[in-house]
């Protein structure tokens, strides 16, 4: 221990000898390190961090799958949930909810709580207890007897006061009176929806309701029972849905059901995005590590002579090694504590440029785990910068050394192969990073370039949500949105203004299994899968989707009159290929018994999302034959949307002054969150990218001039034998674009095949494009010439007389 003091005393003094070397391999260790720190931290709460619940592995999701090609469900129907509940015994508890909003009145203004209804055992499956009151009844779940209501933690501290009678209090939600019986503490759970919730109550049905099989509409969650694991839970619910299957063919043929650990299913959406960003945050710290090695072992090999005269004076080998490897120890220390530095304000970056790609409530810090993490790579990169040059001396022959005094010579061929390999690692990896970027960049430009089919711009949207109780029947809920539209469509500076059931280009709406009438079809799971939307008259004109053949809807279709729909081109393309499809009728899944014509043909538009490549067959039912209580109103200004918001909330509130406006934004600004993904894993990607090119640049540098330093002696022979300038720069040049075009090739074939790994985060560009990779690879070439005509330039100003003289 007393040798290991010793060794890192004496580094230290060292290092402060150099301190152009120690700040530049401090600086470097420090950005690689920063940046993994940051990333993972990220990665760490939004993936890898235990669920806050008692024995959190235990807990499942439970989803009905149809047979592909049908999009994947993540609900249940309520039928099947209660034959789960009554059937399987690899769960302790297993519960269903639904999300939704209820609004608060009784005070100043209208206030929109978000709501979770939940059934059965919720509070069981997460087994945690209220702060205060109770949890729901199991009478409670019964039509008349649900008008209980638990608090979250949160909404009792922010909205009541932390008021400690809160307990049996009247509230009056979407005009029902609920009785407050308990506050359950708030769930801080990032990427799920009840995380977010305010207010819970029971989900009461009647038995009708509970029958249905058809409709999915219910998310569950499950807690296994102690020892029992996934995998036998999953072989349970296996023979469990075959069961159901054979008994309800129409309704449950071909489905499945998959149990999922709670944990990945949270991490879904922003999984693919955050592996892909700390797969290029580890290449910059190899990179790093790499250009680290470089300048040592540039510093190891000038030593050659000290070392060697301290091998003559006694000094083992190891004892030599151990002194190199103390050296790069204290550098790795000291690039941990500045990264750590920057990783602070790099956390708070990431989370700003992250927006809506974050789960809500997520919480990134860095806390023992992030430490013990920047300590295993700061190890790490310690011993890739020392082990390499340590090694490499180790193989040396220290009589050879001192007795050719390496300090005005060229290196070994070892240490020559050494830096080339070390150059060739800098740009392979560089180039991969480069090449990402770019997929990643001509990615988000085909998303913007790509036509969604509509015109988002100058359009408003804002969510309604009609409280049940005070609008029960369907003739009054599209009574109300026709008041509304009415009214809007007077306002001065509205051009046009409609409904529709989901927000548009964002999020994927309904999709049901379709059936021709006339054509022979099978179970349900078993028809095709079509897209589904609700739209008033006037929605195509307020979005400018164009009407191909047929007519829109009118007011005249309603309730009353015989159920009508519009289709895309592409379902009529799909379904009725070189035929006319007006006049043709179809039935849609969830409502087995009702036929419907078309009427008329629209242009296709991503009803599915903006990252759905290729048309979506749609169908568009009308609202006022399907009255939707949750409805996104749209509507197109003659001027900026954002200066219509008083106008159309005092439109609204005329008709009913305790309805809350939700979610109210431009079309445009929608769009524009929905491609943050894109955009932040783009931009951060670049800089990556463009930290890559900058390292590998200094790496080139530091190596050549290095090796002209060494070679100067030869140099000056060559141009005292004849040698002119230009042959000079040649030769060293020459010696640069050696290690670099075979990182190029290493780094292309590298980057074809991660692309081919990777393409499904690509949209609309080929992860093989020549154009793509022919850039890339003459930009990093151009680098590496801009890095080498430095060191060339200075061997070329040799003069032979002083080289002779050494």
């Known amino acids: 221990m007393s040798t290991v003091g010793q060794d890192l005393r004496y580094s230290l003094r060292t290092l402060r000898k150099s301190p152009g070397f120690a700040a530049a391999a401090v600086g470097i260790l420090a950005l690689g390190i920063g940046a993994n720190t940051a990333l993972f931290s990220v990665v760490d709460a939004a993936l890898l961090r235990p669920l806050p619940f008692p024995e959190p592995e235990r807990m499942m999701r439970l989803e009905e799958v149809p047979p592909p090609p049908a999009p994947s469900f993540k609900a249940a129907s309520p039928a099947n949930y209660f034959d789960w509940r009554g059937q399987s015994h690899s769960f302790a508890a297993l519960a269903a909810y639904r999300g939704g909003s209820l609004t608060l009145t009784g005070g100043q203004e209208p206030e929109a709580l978000t709501s979770a209804i939940v059934m059965g055992d919720f509070f069981s499956v997460l087994a945690i207890q209220p702060v205060r009151g109770r949890v729901f009844a199991p009478e409670e779940e019964e039509l008349g007897h649900d008008d209980v209501v638990i608090l979250s933690q949160d909404l009792w501290q922010s909205r009541f006061g932390s008021d400690p009678q809160i307990l049996g209090r009247g509230l009056v939600l979407d ?24 207010v819970w109550t029971p989900l009461a049905w009647n038995a009708k309701e509970r029958a249905v099989r058809g409709e999915r509409l219910l998310n569950v969650i499950a807690r296994l029972k102690p020892g029992v694991d996934r995998l036998q839970a999953q072989a349970e619910m296996d023979t469990l849905e075959s069961r159901l299957a054979r008994t309800y063919p129409e309704a449950d043929k071909g489905w499945t059901v998959f149990v999922q650990p709670l944990r990945d299913y949270l991490g879904e959406r922003v999984r693919p995005a955050l592996l892909l960003l700390l797969g290029a945050v580890l290449f910059v710290l190899l990179i790093a590590c790499a250009n680290v090695a470089n300048l040592v072992l540039v510093r190891t090999l000038g030593r050659s002579k000290e070392m060697a005269i301290r091998g003559t004076l006694g000094a083992s080998r190891g004892r030599l090694v151990q002194q190199l490897a103390a050296e790069a120890l204290i550098l790795a220390l000291a690039g941990a504590i500045l990264g750590l530095y920057l990783a602070h304000f790099g956390v708070a970056l990431l989370v700003g440029s992250l ?13 023992l785990r992030i430490l013990l993490f920047t300590l295993g790579i700061s190890l790490f990169a310690g011993i890739a910068a020392g082990l390499a040059p340590a090694w490499l001396f180790l193989r040396s022959d220290l009589q050879r050394a001192l007795q050719h005094g390496l300090g005005r010579t060229d290196a070994t061929a070892g240490g020559r192969r050494a830096r080339g390999a070390l150059v060739v690692a800098e740009v392979a990896l560089s180039l991969v990073l480069l090449l990402g970027a770019a997929l990643m960049i001509e990615s988000l430009a085909a998303l913007q370039r790509d036509d969604p089919g509509c015109d988002p711009h100058g359009v408003l949207t804002l969510v309604l949500g009609l409280p049940q109780q005070k609008y029960p029947e369907p003739r009054q809920q599209s009574a109300f949105f026709d008041r509304v539209l009415t009214r809007l469509r007077t306002l001065p500076g509205v051009e046009a203004a409609a409904t529709i059931d989901w927000p548009p280009l964002l999020e994927p709406g309904e999709n049901e299994p379709v059936a021709i009438v006339g054509r022979t079809t099978g179970a349900l799971a078993e028809q095709p899968q079509v897209a589904v939307s609700l739209i008033s008259p006037g929605y195509l004109r307020t979005l400018r989707i164009a009407l191909r053949r047929g007519r829109d809807f009118t007011a005249a279709d309603t309730l009353d009159q015989p159920a009508v729909v519009l289709i895309s081109e592409s379902m009529a393309r799909r379904f009725w290929p070189g035929e006319a499809p007006l006049g043709k009728r179809l039935v849609l899944g969830n409502a087995p018994k009702v036929s419907q014509e078309v009427v008329g043909v629209v242009a296709d538009v ?63 600004s929608n769009v524009a969150v929905m491609l943050s993904q894109e955009r932040f894993s783009m931009l951060l990607l670049s800089a990556f990218a463009g930290l890559a090119l900058l390292l590998a640049a200094v790496g080139i540098y530091s190596a050549l001039s290095y090796s002209v330093g060494r070679r100067a002696r030869e140099i000056g022979v060559r141009m005292a034998l004849g040698a002119q300038i230009r042959d000079v720069l040649l030769l060293v040049i020459v010696e640069a674009m050696r290690p670099t075009l075979l990182g190029i090739v290493l780094g292309l074939g590298a980057a074809l095949a991660l692309g081919r790994a990777l393409a499904s985060l690509f949209y609309g560009v080929s992860v093989a494009d020549p154009v793509l990779f022919g ?12 890095a080498s005509a430095g060191p060339a330039w200075r061997a070329a100003r040799v003069l032979p007389s002083e080289a002779l003289k050494e």
């Not at 005009?175 to 305010?198: C, F, K």
């Not at 009803?607 to 209580?629: C, D, E, F, I, S």
């Not at 001027?639 to 439109?651: D, F, I, M, Q």
């Open 775 to 786: 850039a890339a690879a003459l930009l990093l070439a151009i680098v590496a010439l801009l």
């Open 175 to 198: 005009g029902r009176r609920h009785t407050v019986v308990g506050v359950m503490p708030s769930l801080r759970v990032a990427a799920w929806y009840p995380a977010t919730v305010q």
């Open 606 to 668: 991503k009803v599915n999302g903006l990252r759905v490549a290729g048309p979506t067959p749609t169908v568009y039912q009308a609202m006022a034959q399907k009255p939707w209580p949750a409805t996104t109103v749209v509507v197109r200004a003659k001027t900026r949307p954002e200066s219509l918001v008083p106008a159309v909330a005092r439109a609204i509130h005329a008709e009913d002054r305790d309805l809350p406006l939700l979610e109210v934004a431009t079309l445009d």
């Open 355 to 367: 927006g809506n790609l974050l789960p809500p409530r997520l919480e990134v810090h860095l806390d």
